[in-house]
């Protein structure tokens, strides 16, 4: 029975080492190690696996994918409708922040503006080629762009 114990404390430190768990040298009972294992393996694969991949995949996304999401306006201008598509267009063109009912103008599968839009104004903010904002923009006092 020695050998099943070793294997069992064996494969318990694995796990102490796959999911970067330190208890400090206490030992635990047989109901708190499975409590535990019940508590970490969950967060270890999200944390390790499924948000990794999900944001590869969401970087990746096709520029006419990110399109069909948002709400077509005029001259390249697309409003932000949901949520979802927010999240999006944060993490594909990698701008922050962008929230629900903000305008982005995308032309040539990047993104050259943002619109932000109140009740009794509106800012644009264009974006560099290399992904930054416009470091103090300057623009005409009334614009019609269009949104």
């Known amino acids: 029975m020695r050998t099943g114990t070793n294997i069992r404390s064996a494969i318990w430190r694995a796990f102490l080492r796959w999911a970067r768990l330190d208890f400090g040298g206490r030992k635990l009972t047989a109901r ?3 409590s535990v294992v ?3 393996v969950p967060a270890v694969i999200r944390t390790r696996y499924s948000r990794p991949a999900r944001t590869w995949l969401l970087t990746k996304t096709p520029t006419w994918m990110v399109t069909r999401c948002l709400e077509r306006h ?3 201008w697309y409003r932000v409708p949901t949520l979802a598509a927010a999240e999006l267009v944060r993490v594909r063109f990698d701008f922050w922040p962008v929230k629900v009912g903000d305008h982005v103008r995308i032309q040539a599968g990047r993104m050259t503006a943002i619109a932000y839009t109140g009740r009794t104004s509106s800012e644009i ?3 560099l080629p ?3 904002p416009e470091p103090d923009p300057v623009g005409p006092r009334l614009t019609k762009s269009g949104l």
């Open 32 to 34: 708190e190690r499975w």
């Open 38 to 40: 019940a508590a970490a």
């Open 74 to 76: 005029t001259h390249y």
């Open 125 to 127: 903010i264009y974006i």
């Open 130 to 132: 290399n992904g930054e």
